[in-house]
């Protein structure tokens, strides 16, 4: 039979997408809740763990990071075709690693913008601008390894969720071409959102757009316009040289391209004065922060960090809201009842255990 060992450079390699997965992973908790139990987190002997600092953490993710595409050898395999992301290809893990280092980086240039600069003019022109460089996590088309999507609003049988007027007036008012790609016709045979947050009448709005509903519809972990956006604000905060507006551009096209838009309604978007970026309304961050957020649609988590981060379109609580739009989750009940001590001090620690609680990258 055959052997089983592999290499020492292919088990590195392997070492290296399984870091790369841990530290998205763990960002995903910082961007959730500030300070979380990190140090001590995967100790099965403590059940107790403490919660790190959350910027403290950031600089360790971003080191590990580092460290995990420097051991890469693109020459050797990783987990060949057991590798749902990039089939084995290395060069691929080392792209996304590059480009996840850049999404970290600038989350954090508010808080630390020589770290913040310093490593994103080091991986700027390593990383994802380009649609067929997409990270996409595929699902399959029959349960359970299917996209939850389809068990929510098809598998589910449930017609609960329409669109929300927040996205659905920006890209009317932008007369944006991706909205019959992002949503079905509403009763009128135009496109409109339910008042978010409030009980909407289902047969009156739009919907999310039939191909979202394919059970095997992907998720996307990071892609072209995503990549194009953060290297538009790298030059407008100075970290690069270039054209922020050919960025910015390219992030827009990247995004309708991914939906299939027809290129002629892309080029004329991208012309229309409230959108090109000579003319669009606000400054930089208004400009990137809207049509980025308005990109990152389905990417609900990404999305939001960015609206927390840039703090564009301008977002309301709806009516009755207990809080104003949340900045951050609340730790789970059940660190507050079997890890209370340490729950406390983190509390304490990030200024509250509260939505409206900004966390340490959070300055504007």
């Known amino acids: 039979g055959q052997s089983s060992t592999v290499s020492a450079a292919v088990k590195t390699n392997q070492n290296s997408c399984a870091e790369i997965l841990n530290v998205y992973a763990f960002s995903i908790l910082v961007n959730t809740f500030g300070n979380i139990p990190y140090t001590e987190a995967l100790d099965f002997?403590?059940?107790?763990?403490?919660?790190?600092?959350?910027?403290?953490?950031?600089?360790?993710?971003?080191?590990?990071?580092?460290?995990?595409?420097?051991?890469?050898?693109?020459?050797?395999?990783?987990?060949?075709?057991?590798?749902?992301?990039?089939?084995?290809?290395?060069?691929?893990?080392?792209?996304?690693?590059?480009?996840?280092?850049?999404?970290?980086?600038?989350?954090?240039?508010?808080?630390?913008?020589?770290?913040?600069?310093?490593?994103?003019?080091?991986?700027?022109?390593?990383?994802?601008?380009?649609?067929d460089d997409n990270v996409y996590f595929h699902y399959l088309s029959g349960p359970p390894n299917t996209n939850p999507i389809w068990v929510d609003l098809v598998q589910s049988g449930r017609k609960d969720f329409v669109g929300a007027n927040t996205i659905v007036d920006i890209m009317n008012g932008l007369g944006d071409p991706r909205v019959p790609y992002y949503f079905t016709a509403d009763a009128n045979g135009g496109f409109s959102g339910g008042i978010y947050g409030a009980s909407n009448n289902y047969a009156t709005y739009s919907k999310p757009a039939d191909r979202l509903l394919a059970p095997d519809f992907e998720a996307i972990l990071f892609d072209a316009a995503e990549g194009n956006f953060l290297l538009a604000e790298a030059v407008e905060r100075g970290?690069?040289?270039?054209?922020?507006?050919?960025?910015?551009?390219?992030?827009?096209?990247?995004?309708?391209?991914?939906?299939?838009?027809?290129?002629?309604?892309?080029?004329?978007?991208?012309?229309?004065?409230?959108?090109?970026?000579?003319?669009?309304?606000?400054?930089?961050?208004?400009?990137?922060?809207?049509?980025?957020?308005?990109?990152?649609?389905?990417?609900?988590?990404?999305?939001?960090?960015?609206?927390?981060?840039?703090?564009?379109?301008?977002?309301?609580?709806?009516?009755?809201?207990?809080?104003?739009?949340?900045?951050?989750?609340?730790?789970?009940?059940?660190?507050?009842?079997?890890?209370?001590?340490?729950?406390?001090?983190?509390?304490?620690?990030?200024?509250?255990?509260?939505?409206?609680?900004?966390?340490?990258?959070?300055?504007?």
Do not use: C
């Open 45 to 131: 002997a403590n059940a107790l763990p403490k919660y790190d600092d959350g910027a403290t953490v950031y600089d360790d993710l971003l080191n590990r990071l580092d460290n995990a595409i420097s051991a890469i050898d693109e020459g050797s395999g990783g987990f060949g075709s057991s590798d749902i992301l990039y089939g084995g290809d290395m060069a691929g893990w080392k792209k996304f690693g590059k480009s996840l280092q850049a999404r970290l980086a600038m989350i954090i240039a508010d808080h630390d913008s020589g770290k913040a600069s310093s490593i994103i003019s080091k991986v700027a022109g390593d990383i994802i601008t380009n649609n």
């Open 239 to 364: 970290y690069i040289t270039g054209d922020a507006g050919a960025y910015y551009e390219a992030g827009i096209r990247a995004s309708a391209d991914y939906w299939q838009v027809p290129s002629a309604e892309t080029d004329a978007y991208v012309a229309k004065s409230d959108v090109a970026y000579a003319t669009a309304t606000g400054d930089w961050k208004q400009k990137i922060g809207t049509q980025k957020w308005l990109a990152l649609y389905n990417r609900g988590f990404e999305s939001w960090t960015e609206w927390r981060r840039l703090d564009y379109p301008v977002l309301v609580a709806p009516p009755d809201a207990f809080s104003d739009v949340p900045l951050r989750y609340t730790y789970p009940v059940q660190e507050q009842t079997l890890n209370a001590t340490n729950y406390a001090a983190a509390a304490a620690a990030v200024g509250g255990d509260l939505v409206g609680t900004k966390l340490f990258w959070d300055h504007f």
